[in-house]
């Protein structure tokens, strides 16, 4: 039968795949934001959960395997960690853990720093959405912009886009 070390090992390399996996749905979303295809946005975003759930599942499987294992560790899916698992387990047994451990910290900054990356795409383009929709509309202003003669009725300087004279 495999060792509990072993059988974590193997749970951990699945884990560090879905990760690379979310690393590249993370990309082509970020394609798709620039695209502006919304279509694929909400299919990525159903990839995203699918992985997340993935990686629920394999946290509750090494959570089994610590628990067949009678290793005391009081975690949880909320509250895992592989450095505390690593730490309750003997030492001879977790030299390869130590290195996966690694690779998992390194690939969740990658995805840490993409995500946060699309988000601030994601508000920038809104933000820039949102105030051509004002200008076009002339929200918060109901003072028209040109008389009848087709003169900028504005005194003060306005950084509409659309400011000209028709």
Do not use: C
Request: proline share 1%; hydrophobic share 40%.
């Amino acid at each position: 039968m495999e060792s509990s070390a072993a059988r974590i090992e193997n749970l951990l390399n699945e884990k560090i795949l879905l990760f690379q996996d979310l690393v590249e749905v993370l990309k082509d979303e970020k394609k798709s934001i620039v695209e502006i295809d919304v279509d694929k946005l909400w299919a990525f975003s159903q990839k995203k959960q699918t992985i997340a759930s993935a990686i629920e599942a394999i946290i509750n499987q090494i959570i089994g395997v610590l628990d067949e294992a009678a290793i005391d560790h009081a975690m949880n899916v909320k509250t895992f960690s592989v450095g505390k698992m690593i730490e309750k387990m003997e030492p001879e047994k977790t030299d390869r853990l130590g290195k996966q451990h690694i690779s998992l910290i390194l690939i969740k900054k990658r995805v840490h720093a993409l995500a946060s990356e699309n988000k601030k795409f994601i508000t920038e383009y809104l933000g820039v959405m949102d105030e051509l929709i004002g200008m076009i509309s002339n929200i918060g202003d109901h003072t028209p912009v040109y008389d009848n003669n087709r003169f900028n009725k504005r005194s003060k300087k306005t950084t509409y886009m659309l400011n000209t004279e028709v």
